[in-house]
């Protein structure tokens, strides 16, 4: 096993040490799609223990140019099916673990436990969630947004900063769907969101939070946008559901309103 992580357990940044953190760690990826592959699929090659991934969606024709788990003989077949088989093939020492379903549907089956929650979805409603169950499970997420040939990244926290203290619900962001997206933003972003995750994983969580990191390919720009908690958040701030609170047969303490 310590022959297949050679080249990363020389990193300054990871050694024996780090390496032993990841194969101890248990992430959630909601959504695999393009972007939630590409994080699933690295994070697998890097040696994170568990991995959890969620998905209600077939494969589709239009998904192939970008979302690299899935060939033609994949289609019409789930997605958390098919990537699991290929996550188990990239590394059979890794636990890995799928629930077919909508976040909103499955989120008690497969966040609690978890030590990062990674966006790979193309939906600000089921972001929303995500956010919501971070700060509810007290779990850190990780934010990827991408279109055409943009996009961007941020570690949020259950403390804040969290989505509702820079985003308003309103807000209707340009979706693949609408926009197209060129597959290599859509794994570039996905790399920054992976590393993201990695570096919290190995306990420098800290440098990263907030640090919204926007990538522009067209123009080959990269900046850093830092995102403070918002004092006044209804979500991590006041504790005000209104998401997980609206589906059928939950149980949990919500407060606020
Ligand atoms: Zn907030």
Redesign the pocket.
């Known amino acids: 096993m310590r022959e297949r992580f050679l080249r990363q357990i020389i990193l300054k940044g990871v050694g024996e040490g780090g390496q032993e953190k990841l194969f101890s760690s248990k992430v959630l990826v909601v959504g695999a799609g393009a972007t939630g592959c590409a994080q699933a699929e690295v994070l697998a090659r890097m040696g994170v223990g568990e991995i959890r991934i969620v998905d209600p969606d077939t494969v589709e024709e239009s998904n192939l140019h970008r979302q690299f788990c899935y060939s033609d003989e994949d289609l019409g077949a789930f997605k958390v099916e098919r990537a699991l088989k290929r996550l188990e093939k990239i590394h059979p020492h890794i636990k890995v673990l799928g629930a077919l379903g909508r976040i909103e549907e499955v989120w008690r089956d497969v966040a609690p436990g978890v030590d990062i929650i990674l966006d790979g979805t193309d939906c600000m409603s089921a972001r929303e969630f995500i956010n919501e169950v971070s700060v509810h499970l007290s779990i850190p997420w990780i934010f990827t947004g991408v279109a055409g040939s943009f996009g961007q990244s941020v570690l949020l926290s259950p403390d804040?900063?969290?989505l509702?203290?820079f985003m308003e619900e309103s807000i209707t962001p340009l979706t693949c769907d609408t926009e197209g997206v060129y597959p290599t933003a859509a794994v570039a972003l996905s790399m920054v969101a992976a590393h993201t995750a990695v570096k919290y994983l190995l306990g420098r969580g800290k440098e990263e939070l907030g640090v919204m990191k926007v990538l522009d390919m067209e123009h080959w720009t990269l900046s850093r946008v830092k995102i403070n908690?918002?004092r006044e958040?209804s979500?991590?701030?006041k504790r005000r559901f209104r998401r997980i609170s609206s589906f059928k047969g939950d149980d949990i303490n919500i407060e606020g309103g």
């Open positions: 804040g900063p969290c509702r203290c908690p918002w958040c979500l991590h701030a």
